[in-house]
């Protein structure tokens, strides 16, 4: 929620955009309804959600988005600029190019072609069209990718093979080389990787999938949407997950998404692309649109995105957290992506030394934690568990995930998700540790005794 003073801050801002054109005659929309009215409904049906901007929601990939965003999207979105062509929203175009450059300054890429997106979804489509106009025919992804590829496939016509992951959820490198393998002589592939998977932030080994160029061709597109930015702290992860991390920078086209850990407001992703010439963009992205860019002072971003209409206000709020956050290795942003991380693996230790729970990986990759509770029934104890940290203020999730048993037969499970994505999570991984064990052991409890029982 928006602190007090950056209120204040927001209101004189305010006044001083009502000056914004002198010369013009002052004007302030008219209409015969009041808002008063409706505002208030509006706050009561929004006390109808979780509470996603609270340090005690750890649930979904849902984090907050920070003052500065709020305030700067409030006040871009009321010019309403639209990113298509330069003249529908110059300031807003030259603070995305800005944006965009950081985001590729930060993968060392000098030449490059980017803009945002409406979110993931849309990015690694775009990627994917583009890989598809430059001749490949098939997608490879690993069980652990997030579904929205396969439906990309099938929107792209292009055929869709699948690898196993390994136990950590990432995908398994040679499960890869042996797909690779039995492709026939006309597939050509691209190669989708995961930086930060959606069940559990898992990292494909993408210092594996490379070192299988040497014997087959294929190009490699990273959905780094929710882990991009974890570049930034490659050092601090764990070794195989740094060693992945250093080969990013070598991926054909990159999808990461500022309105998962960036801090903004949903409606904001990112495409990065590399090795596109700007004869094969233009024969790609070139359509007719005779009344849309007539200022040629500046790019027109539209000309060369999927997307037609984009808010200009996105890039405001981006451009600004950008201002306060920079993408630097030692700045305030990698610290809070640290400090999430550092939540994640406290809390895994936490939940490891407790007999009835248990881990579905040991080690988080980034900032999210899989558990369940060791019971006759995993998923009712699950829910029950869901249930009453939500009863006591703490906001969770959950996630179907396969578990092996003892006897090594694998089954599918209802588990708690947890996604620690806030820099406050930090602060209270000990209180929501303490929560998680005390409600489990009670839960664990009551199915050893209706064991005993029967
Ligand atoms: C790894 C990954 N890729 C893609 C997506 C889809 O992104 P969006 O929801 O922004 O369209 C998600 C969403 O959670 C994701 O986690």
Redesign the pocket.
């Given at each position: 929620m928006l602190s007090r003073k950056n209120l204040e801050i927001l209101v004189a801002a305010q006044k001083r955009l009502y000056c914004t054109f002198p010369e013009l005659p002052s004007f302030e929309q008219r209409w015969d309804f009041e808002t008063d009215g409706v505002i208030q409904a509006l706050l009561t049906r929004l006390g109808d959600n979780d509470p996603y901007f609270h340090p005690r929601y750890a649930g979904h990939?849902s984090g907050y988005v920070c003052d500065v965003a709020v305030m700067s999207y409030f006040l871009a979105m009321q010019f309403n600029p639209n990113n298509h062509s330069y003249d529908g929203g110059r300031a807003t175009t030259k603070m995305e190019v800005e944006c965009l450059d950081s985001m590729a300054r930060m993968l060392d890429w000098n030449h490059y072609q980017g803009h945002l997106t409406?979110?993931?979804?849309?990015?690694?489509l775009e990627a994917l069209w583009i890989h598809r106009a430059l001749g490949a025919n098939t997608v490879i992804c690993s069980k652990g990718?997030?579904f929205?590829?396969k439906r990309a496939a099938n929107i792209l016509d292009l055929k869709y093979l699948e690898v196993d992951v390994t136990k950590d959820g990432s995908l398994c490198s040679i499960a890869l080389s042996g797909v690779l393998a039995a492709l026939e002589a006309t597939d050509v592939p691209v190669v989708v990787c995961?930086l930060?998977?959606?069940l559990n932030g898992a990292i494909d080994p993408l210092d594996e999938i490379f070192s299988l160029k040497a014997e087959h061709d294929f190009k490699v597109h990273v959905?780094?949407?929710?882990?991009g930015y974890f570049y930034l702290i490659r050092a601090r992860l764990a070794g195989r997950n740094r060693k992945a991390f250093d080969f990013l920078p070598a991926a054909d086209s990159i999808?990461i998404?500022p309105?998962?850990h960036g801090l903004q407001g949903?409606g904001c992703?990112a495409l990065l692309l590399r090795g596109v010439s700007e004869s094969t963009s233009q024969a790609i992205y070139t359509h007719d649109s005779p009344y849309t860019y007539f200022d040629r002072r500046g790019i027109s971003i539209g000309e060369k995105t999927l997307e037609c209409s984009r808010p200009g206000a996105a890039a405001a709020a981006l451009w600004a957290t950008m201002q306060c956050l920079p993408l630097e290795e030692e700045g305030e942003f990698s610290r809070v992506l640290l400090s999430c991380h550092t939540a994640a693996v406290k809390m895994s230790e936490l939940l490891f030394a407790v007999d009835d729970v248990r881990l579905v990986v040991r080690e988080p990759a980034l900032d999210i934690v899989v558990f369940y509770i060791e019971c006759a029934d995993i998923s009712a104890a699950t829910r029950q568990l869901y249930e009453q940290l939500k009863a006591s203020g703490f906001y969770v999730a959950m996630a179907d995930c396969d578990i092996s048993s003892e006897t090594g037969v694998f089954r599918e499970v209802s588990c708690i998700r947890l996604t620690l994505m806030k820099k406050e999570h930090l602060a209270m991984v000990d209180e929501l540790a303490d929560q998680i064990i005390r409600l489990s052991k009670c839960i664990a409890d009551e199915y050893r005794s209706q064991y005993q029982a029967l």
């Open positions: 990939m409406s979110g993931g979804t849309i990015g690694n990718a997030h929205t590829h995961t930060g998977t959606t959905d780094a949407a929710y882990g999808v998404d309105h998962k949903f992703g």
